[in-house]
């Protein structure tokens, strides 16, 4: 019985905890569209590292909500995306970026100006050149 009551006090000291604590906070950076087919910018923050992710609802499917999100693993990262960005704005009608885990596409819409498809993970969304604009801006800023 003394045995069993020393275990019983000190095996919560010898046990390590089945889990641990993580500090992590997420920042919306810019909410580049709104609506039924939103588009954000966000850093996710850890005591570790910092990442940054695009978040958008795919225009794959009408009748579903799918929300998709495009990882970069660093800032360095996200400014390959905006360089990407840059490039295609003086580019021509049909240029594509191409990147390991997604794709952009400039398209020429008559009447409505430059748009952009972005591709990746199985998600695909569009957005026009004011929200590609928005985007370049808020990762300067970073």
Same mark, same amino acid.
């Not at 000190?10 to 010898?14: D, Y």
């Not at 390959?80 to 021509?92: D, I, M, V």
């Given at each position: 019985?003394k045995?069993?009551?020393?275990?019983?006090l000190?095996? !919560?000291?010898?046990m390590?905890?089945?889990?641990? +604590?993580?500090?992590s906070?997420?920042i919306? +950076?810019a909410?580049? =569209? /709104?609506?039924?087919? !939103?588009?954000?910018?966000?850093?996710?923050t850890? !005591?570790?590292d910092?990442?940054?992710? *695009? /978040?958008? =609802?795919t /225009?794959e499917?009408?009748?579903?909500?799918?929300? %998709?999100?495009?990882?970069f =693993?660093d *800032?360095?990262?996200?400014r390959?995306?905006?360089?990407?960005? $840059?490039?295609? %704005?003086?580019?021509?009608n049909?240029?594509?970026?191409e990147?390991?885990?997604?794709?952009? %596409? =400039?398209?020429?819409v008559? %009447?409505e100006?430059i748009?952009?498809? *972005?591709?990746?993970?199985?998600? *695909?969304?569009n957005?026009q050149?004011?929200e590609?604009?928005?985007?370049? $801006? $808020?990762?300067?800023? /970073?």
């Open positions: 019985m045995n069993f009551l020393l275990f019983i000190f095996s !919560p000291l010898a390590k905890a089945q889990f641990k +604590i993580v500090n906070a997420t919306n +950076i909410d580049v =569209r /709104q609506g039924t087919w !939103p588009i954000s910018l966000q850093r996710i850890k !005591p570790s910092t990442c940054y992710v *695009l /978040q958008f =609802r /225009q499917y009408n009748n579903s909500v799918i929300i %998709k999100t495009l990882k =693993r *800032l360095g990262q996200l390959y995306f905006q360089q990407g960005l $840059a490039a295609l %704005k003086t580019g021509n049909g240029d594509v970026a990147f390991k885990d997604y794709t952009i %596409k =400039r398209v020429d008559y %009447k100006g748009s952009y498809i *972005l591709t990746c993970d199985g998600g *695909l969304t957005f050149q004011p590609a604009d928005r985007m370049i $801006a $808020a990762i300067n800023k /970073q």
